[in-house]
């Protein structure tokens, strides 16, 4: 894990740096990078969350050095300190940011405490305060405390949309747990812990106990939302398998941090649905959405719904002790090994069909970075090394 989880940062290393500010966003297969100006906030900062494991599994200055050089990009060139918000994407040139999406998501915000917290965990300057700061501005402007979840996206002055989703509140989950780690302030562990029950038990109750992505303002589940647009790269029709699992999977790290005796039942049974219902039998991998009814509504393959899923494999065999959940990590682990591994050029495909051919030449386009991969091999990493703490009692 240690090791495959540096040869992919290998992959971006150097070349991924603008020395005028931050990093290059768009690669090819080989490398190369294909739009030199444009950067997506998503991307921006899972290049400090990717150097910061980089630096915890290596130890090489190198990779701190480049996620400081990632963090202040993110803090100077998407900030909006006229508004207080963060852009989603802008055009960099000359060493000036143009706006292209002044949209605000809670998405984006929690990437940003996830990226601020990995550098607490690294000791890079500052970022502590930032972390405060962006998790007052979710809690601000996001944060419905009568739904006991965020909303997901505003205008530039704040106004915000209808739309609200589950996945922003599964990577703030996400983002939570890790500062709570960093910093051991209790308010992002209880605000986590909060997240994922009204997310899982709650929401998932109104879907016969399946994630279900899109709601309404008041959270009632949006059956329609995109209902021909299955392959949506943030808002896909659809049950996300991939988001079963990674559910399940921070539901395990949620664990080690402050335990309840929901967690793990509840980790299995996602786990346990997805591939029921998504793992293909003839080909290998897991499909990328299944449909109310069950039926494979997007057979193709995505890089991070595998490594998400072994990630949480490992954790259940290590949390449960059923041996079963090895055998899923050993046929996923495999399966990304022979597919979604580019021996030849280095770092993973991105989306493959479902009989396992690559679909585009472009490895990373704005928000991969390989940070799946590479952060389901750490987290695997720190889970066989034993080195989470002790968890708490909820």
């Not at 647009?229 to 699992?245: A, L, V």
């Not at 990304?336 to 993973?348: S, T």
């Amino acid at each position: 894990m240690k090791q495959h989880a540096l040869w992919t940062l290998s992959f971006y290393e150097a070349q991924s740096v603008d020395a005028s500010g931050g990093m290059y966003h768009f690669y090819l297969d080989d490398g190369r990078v294909y739009n030199a100006s444009t950067r997506h906030l998503v991307s921006a900062t899972r290049f400090v969350i990717t150097n910061a494991i980089g630096f915890q599994l290596s130890g090489e200055q190198n990779f701190k050095e480049r996620a400081v050089h990632a963090l202040r990009f993110v803090e100077t060139a998407f900030y909006d300190s006229e508004n207080d918000g963060y852009h989603w994407t802008i055009d960099w040139r000359d060493g000036q940011a143009t706006p292209l999406d002044q949209t605000r998501h809670m998405y984006g915000l929690a990437f940003v405490m996830l990226a601020a917290a990995k550098a607490v965990q690294i000791g890079i300057a500052g970022a502590k305060g930032l972390l405060e700061r962006t998790f007052d501005l979710a809690e601000r402007r996001f944060y419905d405390a009568q739904a006991g979840l965020y909303a997901d996206d505003a205008s530039a002055d704040w106004t915000l949309s209808g739309y609200r989703g589950q996945n922003a509140n599964m990577h703030t989950c996400e983002a939570l747990i890790t500062a709570f780690a960093a910093t051991k302030d209790a308010r992002y562990i209880e605000r986590a812990e909060g997240l994922a029950r009204n997310i899982t038990l709650r929401q998932a109750a109104l879907c016969d106990g399946g994630i279900w992505e899109h709601y309404t303002a008041d959270w009632k589940p949006d059956l329609e939302y995109n209902r021909h647009d299955s392959s949506n790269i943030f808002r896909p029709w659809g049950f996300q398998p991939g988001h079963f699992t990674e559910w399940a999977k921070l539901l395990c790290l949620l664990d080690t941090q402050l335990q309840a005796d929901w967690h793990l039942p509840r980790a299995k049974e996602l786990f346990d649905r997805a591939l029921a219902v998504a793992w293909d039998a003839n080909n290998g991998g897991i499909h990328y959405g299944f449909g109310l009814d069950d039926s494979i509504c997007d057979a193709a393959k995505y890089h991070w719904v595998q490594a998400e899923s072994m990630a949480a494999a490992a954790y259940l065999a290590l949390r449960t002790g059923e041996a079963r959940y090895w055998d899923w990590f050993d046929r996923l682990w495999q399966y990304c090994w022979q597919h979604f591994v580019d021996h030849e050029q280095g770092a993973w495909f991105r989306i493959l069909t479902a009989d396992n051919f690559n679909l585009t030449r472009e490895k990373s386009p704005a928000g991969k970075v390989d940070y799946h991969n590479i952060g389901a091999c750490f987290d695997v990493y720190q889970a066989l090394t034993g080195a989470l703490s002790q968890p708490a009692q909820a």
